[in-house]
């Protein structure tokens, strides 16, 4: 199995399999850079999601 990586949201640090519980990090992500830009990726996906007209519609 490849390696992953996670963020941890509370050490706001990138980590392997063996880093902190599930409930505090993001992932699991391919790639060390992946697993870094996790925030950004959250944002980003929550401003598109915000902007979706077909949002909150009940589909």
Known sequence: ???????CVK???VEGADG?????????YS???EAAHALEKVQQRNE???????WGEGQ
């Open 1 to 7: 199995m490849a390696e992953q990586y996670y963020f």
């Open 11 to 13: 050490h706001h640090t």
């Open 20 to 28: 902190c519980p599930a409930i505090d990090r993001l992932g699991p």
């Open 31 to 33: 790639s060390r850079d």
């Open 48 to 54: 598109e999601w915000d902007n979706d007209p077909k």
